[in-house]
């Protein structure tokens, strides 16, 4: 075993770490020891979002050291960046195992360090986590949570001030006061409880009323009342305020998936709890079906993004992906607020780079400013934060099924997106029209965009560099042609350097920078090549579109467009 693997390993045998710790690891050692090179091989990285990793002993895991480690380093920036005191944060966690301990060392850690805390006293929503920094004026927050990872995982979400998650100069500020902890014994885990304030209830409420006030159409629901409502948040906190909110929406028809309805970090009935994931799904869809309901909905473990379902054109189920998703509730809002006589000359809409394009389409149709930022929700807080006071923010978005409606929180909001989607399948029905029928006629008025993902993930001590390799490899050789398309545009952010590879004219890109390459295509074809910041995974995104003549048509073209997208994967050899 490699020479610093084993002085890690002997550290946390030797150092401060209560016996059940040092117990695993020589039960590891003796039973499974090809297990320890990848719990020690390195530190677990405090990235620009956070921690996220698997959960088990050593420096490379999640547990209640790594834990206490990026706290205290989190804790010295917040004493740092506010010297005169006074300082506060929020602290919320998910239903995954281990995430209520987490959060509570988190809490003790901030309050030894004379931080006042507010700690949720159970499981709650990540976008109630935002809302709460904003609402009781704390200068950061922090939830427990790997999102929709497997079981196995678990993770630590820092924010700051605004309710956003950290964005430069911060995230970088803090990853280096974490960097600079050595040692648990550099912790302190104790003694500032007089610190910590229980919260719950309250909150709620005020989360509430906010998204309630989020309603267009509150009319519509009155006499679209009985909507035939499936909702399940895959055993986790979309439960503690989803059918509340509908509730007072006005929804009197809606359908809990029993199943999935009770909190559980074993996630029993999936294996991935993503409404990105059709399993995650599946149960849902057979309860909608029998009942023949209008719309589907599915949150995620920390309740911050949605998936749905509808019926297509043959009255059968799909699972409308983040794209469509997105671009149903970007024009819900943007024509509901129109016709009802409260836009704005400056109203505005963000959404991310590789989220479809059609979205920037449809904004500049109805004279609303659509701005691109990078991937990461962080990045579309970030634009509300600066554009407040100048223009009007409306709704935010990300293909990766994430949605922010209003200004009020600076986080994916899936708890107050299901009331939305749900406003905008009754507005629709009121027409007589489904939500399918509605993004077909989108499609027509501004072009069919049609978009994939695939993800390949590396895992293991190389598979960070087998990544990194991947993306030179295509800094350096560029494919001149994708499917018989030539490739006009190579965008990369890491260099923040665009250039059209035809004329050889070079601009800049006014973003920060990302490890982030797009190929632009002769035929309109998009291409994105980004690595996960928190996996070792890779991901490519695909963006392809015509025109679609009618309704009619959307079958045909439809296939067309899915034909191209396994064209350019099989070209590009990614399968």
Known sequence: MDTNITQRVNAWLNGSFDEATK??????????PDDLPDAFYRNLEFGTGGLRGIMGVGTNRINKYTVGMA????????????PSGNISVAIAHDSRNNSRQFAEI?????????????????????PELSFAIRHLGCQGGVVCTAS??????????AYWNDGGQLVPPHDKNVIAEVDKIGSVDEVKWSGGEKNITIIGKELDDAYLTMAKELSVYPDVIKRQKNLKIVYTPIHGTGIMLVPELLKRYGFENVTIVDEQSKPDGNFPTVVYPNPEESEAMSIGLKKAEAMDADILLGTDPDADRVGIAVKDNKGKWMLVNGNQTAALAFSYLIEAR?????????DMVVKTIVTT???????????VKCYNVLTGFKWIAELIKEKEGKEDYIIGGEESYGLLVGPNLRDKDAVSAVAI???????EKDKGKSLFEKLVELYVQYGFYKESLISITKKGMRGQEEIAEMMQSYRVN?????????????????LRKGKNLITGEEWEIKLPKSNVLQFILEDGTKISARPSGTEPKIKFYFSVNTNLPGAEDYDKVAAELDKRIQAIIADMKLK
């Open 478 to 494: 560029t494919p001149v042609v994708i499917n018989g398309s030539k490739v006009a545009q190579l965008l990369d952010y890491e």
């Open 106 to 126: 988190t809490a003790n850690v901030m309050a030894a360090n004379d931080i006042k805390v507010f700690l949720f006293e159970s499981l709650r929503p990540t």
């Open 338 to 346: 129109k016709s009802k006589g409260i836009a704005k000359p400056n």
């Open 23 to 32: 117990n695993e690891i020589k039960r590891i050692q003796s039973e499974n």
């Open 148 to 157: 929709h990872n497997p079981k196995e995982y678990n993770g630590y979400k």
């Open 421 to 427: 989607l749900c406003e905008m399948a009754a507005f």
């Open 71 to 82: 706290t205290q380093g989190y804790a010295n920036y917040l004493n740092k960046t506010y």
């Open 357 to 367: 394009d059609m979205i920037d389409k449809f904004a500049a149709a109805n004279a």
